[in-house]
């Protein structure tokens, strides 16, 4: 079946718009929706997670009008899968873009088939948007944001350490044009671009992604961020994303639609070389602990949602797609999702998960399950050919008593351990039709 049909029965409908039922009384639906993705932000990167030496004033105000998120994961540890993975709400290995990153060299994109969060809004008249980095295929007649729902993209179209590198301008139904940039002024012109499109769009429903291609390495911030932090180049970038972030909501409140507006801000995995993953263990690309992919999330809508809340429901930028489409009023897209309505987390006060368990993959590979207690991980990103769950030292962690995942307590509760190592091996049983093999690491050209 089509996976670009709707669902169009009234069941379908009426589930599609449980989110205002979801919301406590007298607060207003938002219309619009602005994810803020970042770049290879750790959890421990800002100022509300314990940063050190760099300051996130407009992050921190963020979610001191907002809702914080605990317990929230990327979609993979790393940046392609994750990003596929939030546009279309499905876990990335049924994509077709499961197993690392793309390069230069690199033929695959993003399927026509594929949904993303911008097509699934069309049908409710949203102006779609995404400003920043792509990076879910640069080749072939269907690579364009613009062939997968976005009206407009300026953006680069893959991270920036790839080169050549190149600045995209495309609008839907008209060629696009690019041409080379650097590296320091990119998060200024992204920023300008979504800021652009709000304005121009202020009157009607939209959907923006400000894809920001920071702090990913290499980091050349422009002043007056250069230099400013206590955290090196790593420490100025992050500066810069803050001030991207003050920005957006300003505009917003400018504009007099920030109380119909919900805002996301959240990161596509763990740090790389540099950066703090806070108190978790592991970084980006470190199998299925959380440092690889437990990310901030914060949620804003004045008016809607709650100042100073805080959730520890377990949730997941799979999650994004379900939610818009119960906002805005629109069928689910006739696809097998992965990712659940979070909108009676985000407005209702609801405590609970939508999710009985998440699925953690290293590349198409399920290697760890989360509920919202426990944790079971089997096999280590960075220790190659050694599996230490196979079978002598099973790693079951609660999570509750141990977030940073140092003490396995499987001799504790051997129930739970075999209830986890059920779940893990439904999963592989699940997503095992869906692998398409190792991707070949093809050699590319980066920048230093």
Known sequence: MDRRKFLASSAAAAAACSAPAAMA???????????????????????????RG??????????????????????????????????TGRYPVRTGLGDKVILYNDDRVLPKSEVTIAEALKPAGYATGLFGKWHLGHR??????????????????YSHDMSPLVLVRAEAGREAVQAPVEIMPLQQIFCEEAEKFITENAARPFFV??????????????APFAGRSNAGAYGDSVEEVDDKVGRILALLRKLGIDRET????????????????????????????????KV???????????????????????????????????????????????SPVLFGGAQQSPHEELVLFNNEDPVAIRTQRWKYVSGDYFLAGFRPTDPKYPQLYDLNADPAENYSVADRHPDV???????LAAARTRFAPFKRGPVAVTSGTFHD
């Open 25 to 51: 009384a007298g607060k207003r639906r938002p219309r619009n929706v602005v994810v803020i993705l970042c770049d290879d932000l750790g959890y421990g990167d800002l100022g509300m997670t314990g940063a």
């Open 140 to 157: 072939g007649p269907d690579w364009l944001p613009t062939q997968h729902g976005f009206d407009r993209f300026v953006g680069i179209p």
């Open 417 to 423: 351990l075999a209830d986890m190592r059920r779940r």
């Open 296 to 342: 901030p999330l914060i949620a804003w809508c004045p008016g809607s949602i709650s100042a100073s809340g805080h959730s520890d429901a377990i949730a997941m930028a799979i999650d994004f797609l379900p939610t818009c489409c119960a906002l805005a009023g629109v069928a689910l897209p006739d696809a097998e999702l992965d990712g659940k309505d979070i």
């Open 54 to 87: 760099i300051a996130t004033p407009n992050i921190d105000a963020m979610a001191r009008e907002g809702l914080t998120f605990s317990e929230f994961y990327a979609a993979a540890n790393l940046c392609t899968p994750s990003r596929a993975g939030l546009l």
């Open 262 to 293: 919900l805002v996301l801000f959240t990161s596509d995995n763990g740090p790389w070389y540099e950066g703090s993953s806070g108190p978790l263990r592991q970084r980006k690309g470190g199998g299925g602990y959380d440092g690889a992919s």
């Open 209 to 222: 992604e400000l894809a920001l291609s920071a702090p990913h390495l290499p980091c050349r911030p422009p």
